[in-house]
């Protein structure tokens, strides 16, 4: 596959760990925030979103937390498994238009 | 597959050159987006289109141009071609008012 960044932040983890991948935004009028994730040489993919009134958004294995006092956002995921490891970008909303963050790489070992 | 396709997989292309990348949303998908993706600045968002209508602009060069036509598909013109074009294009789609975009596998462009 084609690699998205070489430059990227990268967390490494162990099968079963959780992971947290953290973002920080810069709009505190966004609305709305998501996060993808990218697999090498894939489109990014639709993981959970958040709306700007919710602290807190739980999905299956993931969980997204909004900081707006410090305008961060967390993505945490339960039980990594290697399937996990892609490119994970957070976005923030304005309207229609997203605005991605630069991306961090999970790496989960077997 | 999030069901939005691009066309071609690959290019590769000159400098000084014109290409056009094609894009088809999801169906019933009204709004389609265009996104760079380069090694040192990341997805960039570079227009949108709803029902064949600019919708918002991002950071596109005058050089780029895109269209919407009436079957919804989109093709995105790129001119004048530098090397500084290569990166990965992807086309994304969503609902009318939804935050949530579908992307496409995206066309990788490599100009020489």
């Known amino acids: 596959g084609e690699s998205v960044g070489l430059h990227l932040p990268t967390l490494s983890v162990q099968e079963g760990d959780n992971s947290i991948i953290n973002c920080a935004y810069s709009n505190s009028a966004s609305d709305y925030f998501i996060w993808y994730k990218q697999e090498s040489g894939k489109g990014p993919q639709f993981i959970i979103d958040?709306?700007?009134?919710?602290d807190k958004r739980q999905g299956q294995r993931v969980t997204v937390l909004l900081n707006k006092t410090v305008k961060h956002l967390s993505l945490q995921i339960a039980a990594t498994q290697p399937g996990d490891s892609a490119v994970y970008f957070c976005a923030e909303a304005d309207y229609s238009t997203l605005t991605f963050g630069k991306g961090t790489m999970l790496l989960v070992s077997p | 597959d999030s069901g939005v396709t691009q066309t071609p997989k690959h290019l590769i292309t000159a400098t000084g050159q014109r290409v056009t990348l094609r894009c088809s949303p999801r169906s019933g998908d009204l709004s389609v987006y265009w996104y760079q993706q380069s090694l040192d600045q990341g997805l960039q968002f570079l227009i949108q289109y709803y029902n064949g209508e600019e919708r918002a602009k991002g950071n596109i060069l005058e050089r780029f141009s895109a269209q919407q036509f009436p079957d919804l598909h989109s093709e995105l013109n790129l001119s004048s071609l530098e090397l500084g074009d290569s990166a990965l294009y992807f086309c994304a789609s969503s609902a009318l008012g939804d935050y949530e975009q579908y992307f496409g596998p995206g066309t990788r462009l490599t100009v020489t």
């Open positions: 958040i709306r700007s009134n919710m």
